[in-house]
């Protein structure tokens, strides 16, 4: 069960994810870097910004997401990589998120992205459903994610 204090941070950063990308009507690279980094888990797909992201996100490109995890990657924030699985004819990009401690001084560089403490809370939620098993399985043996974090 989730503490009181938990909950009021949790809905402060889902009503932050929403005014930072309402901003501005169009989808802009900034807007789409907060909500990969806001997405809950360690890692996200396209897909995950497409179900889960802030509304008007939904309908995201390919390259636009793209874009906004090389910026991410060159700000030193995570990493990207592209899984095949036997059963996709085309590779997905996945941005793998940083733990919390490693990025703390990074995020503070760029709290226009998000807060540390809506970053820490929302790495380690359970990720989307459309992070699939078969590609946690991949990013654990890859030593991307610590073995015990899909465990929740």
Known sequence: MMSFETFCLFQNVGKSMEQNVNQHDHVT???LMSAILLI???ACTRAAINSNGPKNL???SR???TAAALKLQEANLGSTIDIK???HTRSTLLFVKKPPDEIQNRLRLNR???SYEAYALRYNMRPPASIIKRWQ???VQMGLIPHDHFKH
């Open 29 to 31: 690279i900034r807007s």
């Open 40 to 42: 809950s888990g360690p």
């Open 58 to 60: 939904r309908h995201i």
């Open 63 to 65: 390259d636009q997401f």
């Open 85 to 87: 699985l036997q059963v």
């Open 112 to 114: 226009d992205l998000c």
């Open 137 to 139: 399985e991949r990013l």
